[in-house]
C-alpha cells in the first residue's frame, strides 16, 4: 500500500511569516496525527484527528497554529506566524482503530531564520 | 499521564560490541511498546515492536522483551555494525487513546 505521503519536504520561511503542510494519509486510516520533532529530541504529539473530529489537541500552540482535515482524508497544519522556535520537523502519521498500522510521513523540515 | 524514559546518550561503541539502551515507561492500562530508529537525515522507521507482557519483538539483529513486571522494554543487540549508527527512540501506544508517545531518543555511534 503506499505510504503516508506529506508534502513540501524541505521549506525555509523567515519569522513572522505564514507556513503551510500537507499530509495524505494511507487510505483507509481514519486517524491522522501530526507531531514536531525538535532537533535532538523525540517527536510530540501537536494534534490527533479521528475522521475530521479533532480528538487531542492539548499540545498544540493555538495562538499561531492550526489544522484541519476537511473531509476525513488530507490534513493540512499552518503555522501563523513562525518564529525561530518553530524549526523543526513536522511528521504526519495515520493509522487504523485502535492505532494498527501506525505509519509515519517522511516529514517536512521547517527552518525559521 | 503516560511517558516513556530512556537512557541518556550519546552512546559510543566499538564494532562487534554488544548494546543494550534502557527504555522504562509509565502507562495506564497494557500499552503496545516500539522501538524507532532514525538513521542521519532520514525519517522515523519502526523498528521492532511487541504487543504484551513476556512478548519479544526482533528485527534486524536487534531485540526487546516487554517487562511488564519492571515495565521495561530494553533494546539490545549482540554485535553492533557502524551502519547501526542512528537515533533510537523508544515509544508505546497508548490503547485508550490510539496515540503513540516517545521517549527523547538515544543517539548511536559504532566506530571502526
Known amino acids: 500500500e503506499a505510504g503516508v505521503a506529506q508534502s513540501p519536504r524541505y521549506k525555509i520561511i523567515e519569522k513572522r511569516q505564514s507556513v503551510a503542510f500537507w499530509c495524505n494519509p494511507i487510505?483507509?486510516?481514519?486517524?491522522l496525527y501530526w507531531y514536531q520533532q525538535i532537533l535532538g529530541q523525540g517527536p510530540k504529539l501537536l494534534i490527533q484527528f479521528q475522521n475530521n473530529g479533532v480528538v487531542d489537541d492539548s499540545q498544540l500552540p493555538k495562538d499561531r497554529f492550526s489544522a484541519e482535515r476537511l473531509k476525513g482524508v488530507d490534513s493540512t497544519l499552518k503555522i501563523q506566524p513562525a518564529k525561530l522556535e518553530d524549526s523543526a520537523v513536522y511528521l504526519c502519521?495515520?493509522?487504523?482503530?485502535?492505532?494498527?498500522?501506525?505509519?509515519f510521513g517522511s516529514g517536512t523540515r521547517l527552518t525559521v531564520v | 499521564g503516560n511517558s516513556v524514559t530512556q537512557m541518556e546518550g550519546p552512546v559510543t561503541l566499538s564494532e562487534e560490541a554488544f548494546l543494550t539502551i534502557n527504555c522504562t515507561y509509565t502507562a495506564t492500562g497494557y500499552p503496545s511498546l516500539f522501538w524507532y530508529v532514525q538513521y542521519p537525515g532520514e525519517g522515523l522507521q519502526l523498528l521492532l515492536k511487541?504487543?504484551?507482557?513476556?512478548d519479544k519483538g526482533s528485527n534486524k539483529g536487534f531485540e526487546a522483551t516487554y517487562r511488564k513486571e519492571t515495565t521495561s522494554f530494553h533494546l539490545e543487540k549482540g554485535s553492533v555494525q557502524v551502519s547501526d549508527s542512528a537515533v533510537y527512540f523508544c515509544?508505546?501506544?497508548?490503547?485508550?487513546?490510539?496515540?503513540?508517545?516517545f521517549g527523547p531518543g538515544t543517539s548511536l555511534s559504532v566506530i571502526p
Open positions: 487510505s483507509g486510516h481514519a486517524t
Open positions: 515509544a508505546l501506544l497508548q490503547t485508550s487513546y490510539d496515540k503513540v508517545i
Open positions: 502519521a495515520s493509522s487504523r482503530a485502535g492505532g494498527y498500522g501506525y505509519t
Open positions: 511487541a504487543t504484551k507482557a513476556d
